[in-house]
């Protein structure tokens, strides 16, 4: 703040957008690394501030649906402020940091408390709750905090940064990646993970300047996950850092690089639901000094922490007990657990709450979330370790009293879907607060929709006659809300009763009108009274999309098209054509649609004719088994030089690929092309059709036969002048990373999608290849075709990252995988995942050791002298490889790339399990300590259950293979 002292305001190092994605904002990082630079430098005593963008990057929004707690991707958190270097600082000072204010931003009041699904993020309770996702939104007010999704509670915030620490020197980093990848290696199976190791997904730096490729590249490969507090702070989570308290840091690395972040309006101790904290947006103001040989002056193996003097005055608490005794579960006894304690104290909390009249998740959160204090009371009365947990009663607007007559309960259950939409309909007691006219009305509908068509499937804690109270409010509340809103009745679905279609009319006003036509629904009488009166209000249609069969649309869609049709902006006609004889395409007349400009069209099977004014200036365009030439097709492009979106199926005429061009054309805005048509026709095509680099390419089909003559699987590619491969003028060239699906049957038909994506991750390409075999043609492997053919169209030296999926290792030998090697030299992670073993007890094995080859074909000692395959490689994934408690292969392999200084960072093995698995009998596979005689820097053994949704893309189902009998997945002696 600006002063006579101080007359300038102090400065803001590090600014950032809370509502726009982490990614691409500076001064931003994701990852401990001791060679991340420094972002920005302070002088010791000097007071500045620092924005921080909320924990998940701005992941999570202000609604009402619980969709994005789902679906967060927790590979990027938590995103952190800095580095900020302190002048001076130097390994063995003590850091020392005063937290001066935390406060949200401005323009950003609110924050949000989350439950994780089991699979992704978990929490405490995640096993026990067999947790999913849920959310509550809290509005500030001043100190103060409420939210609309657990009523009844208002209390004031002690804001803090959850996450602060110094940065890592490589020793500490080392340390911390092998002590975690041994726990991991021991207990990976575990679910939630009981730590998470490197992992080079979601990594970012955003430094001022773009760091050299192989310094990010080892961050990203070597950076430790920001999960857990350690040594130098991190992610301690103590709610009393606030305002005031002041931190004492050692220092490992020159300048100590300070970052923070994960800020938070209110914790309780523990944030039990691990997005338990009310996480927000915010600005850190802070000033930093030096204690020079601070770490040994203090015996300062970890940070030490005065708190902040600012605390929220709520003497009054309610304290639940907790024993080393599951109570809550099968009562089993625990040998002084203090977490066992804890979880019962809570579980104990929770429980009461219930008895209030809150939902399971809505406790869950409100002790996530509120000024909540958990004590240890006993460490030392063997057998049962003591904690307690203290409710503040002030936080309540109700008695939470214990009385005679028993708690007074409160029905906080009405509605607000707090979890995904589609969960709404088996979990009524996850939908909260007041019935009123701000319920979103998407929200409100969809609970009308299922409380009507399911009345009874709520559970036994709802009474029929209580799901027909709920039933006649929604209902009373949806009338009042469609009532008073017009862009309620603006679609309109024909065919549909006259007596409606009237009522709609009526009651959208003058609004732009959706006009949703489908021939073969409804009854045939009385159509023509519905089109008339459509046709009175043709001026007011921004949208029509039709659909039916052939005689269907085009006796009923000339009606529309030679209307008034001032507004329209958004055209898709579709004739649907059923098993039978081919349909000509049906050509509208010339008078038509006259005079009208459309933003999107989309015509399939239907053809307007091309001297139509629709054509003109549109930003999508989607052709459809129209069979045009390929001259008139590129006509229509060069009419629409905005052109955004282009989609082409069928729409040109095969015989036309032989025929001359004499149009070119230039789509400068193009963002997104997909196609499927004949080779030769695209491969024209694309010859005389030139879009921006950055644009999205998909071939959504592409054929091949493989007979006698085999095929080429880039065959609808241009060549130029020498027979190299076009490139689609250098957007293949932007692939660094690709991702190759194989889905091989025993059928003559398989498939196999090929995914590419940008440095930042955006998809830029895509091919879906349907292949049939000739019958009559010995057995081909479709794997091998296309894992041998696929690098040939890319970048050799920009492809980094390969995955293959699902793919058959029987037909693939060592000189296959030394060709398919040697064609992406700059490759530096590679996953494969085999289709060729599938479950964990023993059934579906078609080989015992599919990746032999494999590792052979890594190894420098099988090429020519002084050549080393993947020189660049330095992360390789294996599913479902085999290679069970038999490494010789593979030391084999790390061995001798180590004496040529081609070390892997990380070898990860992971093998299937099922529903049948059990850990007491089985175990993870044995390995060589390879890590211990540094043949590798990390390496992970782990058991992945086949429905993890982490993993499921590399997963295989069993009918797939049908091997023999004697080999079992598992040796009789482990």
């Known amino acids: 703040m600006s002063s006579k002292a101080n007359p300038t305001a102090h400065p803001t190092l590090i600014k950032v957008d809370p509502f726009k994605t982490a990614f691409g904002q500076k001064g931003l990082h994701n990852r401990w690394h001791p060679d991340i630079p420094a972002y920005v430098k302070v002088k010791p005593g000097e007071v500045f501030k620092i924005e921080c963008i909320d924990w998940t990057g701005a992941q999570i929004k202000n609604n009402d649906n619980s969709d994005d707690i789902k679906n967060v991707d927790l590979s990027q958190i938590h995103h952190l402020s800095g580095p900020v270097a302190v002048e001076g600082a130097e390994p063995g000072d003590c850091l020392v940091v005063d937290i001066l204010d935390v406060q949200p931003f401005e323009h950003m009041q609110w924050g949000y408390t989350g439950i994780f699904e089991l699979e992704n993020g978990g929490g405490l309770f995640a096993k026990e709750f067999n947790s999913r996702a849920c959310k509550a939104i809290w509005d500030f007010e001043g100190v103060y905090a409420t939210s609309r999704h657990i009523p009844g509670v208002r209390f004031a915030g002690v804001t803090h940064p959850g996450l602060i620490g110094t940065a890592p020197s490589a020793e500490l980093l080392a340390t911390w990646n092998q002590r975690e990848g041994q726990l991991i290696s021991e207990c990976g199976h575990q679910i939630p993970a009981v730590a998470f190791p490197p992992w080079e997904k979601g990594a970012y730096v955003g430094t001022k300047q773009d760091l050299p490729k192989n310094l990010h590249d080892k961050i990203a490969q070597e950076g430790a996950r920001t999960v857990p507090g350690r040594e130098h702070g991190g992610n301690c989570d103590i709610k009393n850092l606030s305002r005031g308290s002041r931190c004492y840091f050692p220092v490992f690395i020159k300048g100590a690089n300070l970052s923070m972040g994960d800020l938070h309006f209110s914790q309780g101790d523990g944030e039990l639901s691990f997005c338990g904290a009310i996480e927000m947006a915010g600005v850190l103001t802070l000033k930093t000094s030096i204690i020079k040989g601070g770490v040994e002056k ?12 600012v605390d929220p005055l709520y003497s009054a608490k309610i304290i639940f ?15 002084m657990d203090a977490t066992v304690a804890y979880k019962q104290a809570a579980l104990n909390t929770i429980a009461y709450l219930m008895k209030l ?29 003591c904690v307690t947990m203290a409710l503040p009663l002030g936080i309540f607007d109700n008695d939470i009293m214990p009385r005679e007559e028993g708690l007074k309960k409160v029905n906080y259950v009405i509605c607000y879907p707090t979890i995904r939409a589609q969960h709404v309909a088996t979990r009524l007691d996850l939908v909260t607060t007041r019935l009123d006219l701000s319920i979103p009305p998407e929200i409100l509908s969809s609970i009308f929709r299922m409380l009507r068509r399911h009345p009874v499937t709520y559970g036994s804690n709802y009474r029929p006659e209580r799901i027909l109270d709920i039933l006649m409010l929604v209902c009373s509340l949806w009338r009042q809300i469609c009532i008073s809103d017009p862009s309620l009745w603006t679609t309109i679905k024909l065919p549909v009763n006259a007596g409606y279609l009237a009522l709609r009319l009526a009651r959208s006003g003058d609004l732009p009108l959706q006009v949703l036509w489908d021939g073969g629904r409804g009854k045939q009488s009385g159509r023509e009274e519905m089109m008339q009166k459509m046709l009175d209000h043709s001026s007011r249609i921004g949208t029509i999309r039709l659909s039916g069969n052939s005689e269907d649309v085009s006796s009923k869609a000339p009606p529309f098209l030679h209307s008034c049709l001032d507004r329209l902006s958004d055209l898709s006609i579709t004739i649907i054509q059923f098993r039978g004889p081919h349909v000509e395409p049906y050509i509208l007349g010339e008078d038509a649609l006259r005079g009208v400009h459309l933003d999107f069209l989309h015509l399939e099977r239907f053809i307007i004719p091309v001297s139509s004014t629709v054509y003109d200036n549109l930003r999508s365009l989607s052709l459809d088994h129209v069979e045009l030439s390929l001259n008139t097709v590129l006509g229509l492009l060069k009419r629409s030089p905005r052109l955004e979106k282009l989609v082409l199926v069928a729409a040109l005429e095969p015989s036309d690929a032989t025929l001359p061009v004499t149009e070119s ?3 400068g805005n193009l963002q997104s092309f997909s196609v499927a048509e004949d080779a030769a026709a695209l491969r024209q095509l694309l010859s005389c059709v030139r879009f921006p680099l950055n644009t999205i390419f998909n071939v959504l089909e592409a054929s091949y036969n493989y007979d006698n003559e085999g095929t080429d699987l880039w065959e609808w590619l241009p060549r130029s002048s020498d027979g190299k491969l076009d490139g689609l003028g250098g957007v293949l060239d932007r692939c660094v990373a690709v991702d190759l699906h194989l889905y091989c049957t025993p059928s003559f038909e398989s498939t196999a999608d090929l995914n590419g994506r940008t440095d930042n991750g955006d998809e830029c390409f895509s091919l879906k ?3 049939n075999i000739d019958p009559d043609f010995p057995h081909v492997s479709t794997s091998r075709i296309v894992m041998m053919q696929f690098p040939s169209a890319f970048s050799q030296r920009s492809l980094r990252d390969l995955s293959i999926n699902r793919a058959g290792t029987d037909e693939i030998t060592l000189t296959d995988w030394q060709n398919i090697f040697a064609g992406l030299p700059g490759l530096t992670s590679f996953t494969f995942s085999s289709a060729d073993l599938i479950s964990p007890q023993g059934e579906n094995l078609t080989q015992k050791y599919p990746s032999d080859d494999l590792f052979r074909a890594l190894s420098p ?6 050549h080393v395959p993947l020189p660049e490689l330095k992360t390789l994934r294996l599913f479902n490889c085999g290679l069970y408690d038999r490494g010789d292969v593979v030391v084999k392999c790390l061995r001798e790339r180590k004496q040529t200084d081609h070390i892997l960072d990380r070898l990860s093995i992971y093998y299937w399990r099922d529903d049948n698995w059990n850990p007491e009998l ?16 990390f ?7 086949h429905k993890d949704a982490r993993y499921g893309k590399f997963y295989v189902d069993p009918s797939f293979c049908d091997p023999p009998d004697e080999l079992a997945y598992f040796p009789e002696q482990m």
């Open 769 to 771: 290849a349907l292949l």
């Open 298 to 309: 203090f015996a300062l193996k970890q940070p030490i922490f005065l708190p902040s003097p």
């Open 939 to 945: 390496m992970g053994v782990r058991m992945m259950f």
């Open 321 to 335: 007990e907790g024993i080393g005794v599951d109570l809550h579960g099968d009562g089993k006894q625990y040998n």
């Open 357 to 385: 009249g809150y939902t399971r998740e809505q406790s869950y959160l409100l002790l996530s979330a509120a000024p909540v204090e958990s004590h240890v009371g006993a460490i030392v009365d063997s057998p049962n370790a």
């Open 861 to 866: 000692s099988n090429y020519v002298p002084l």
């Open 922 to 937: 089985h175990t993870v596979p044995k390995w060589p300590d390879v890590v211990g005689d540094k043949l590798v820097n």
């Open 665 to 667: 054309v230039m789509l």
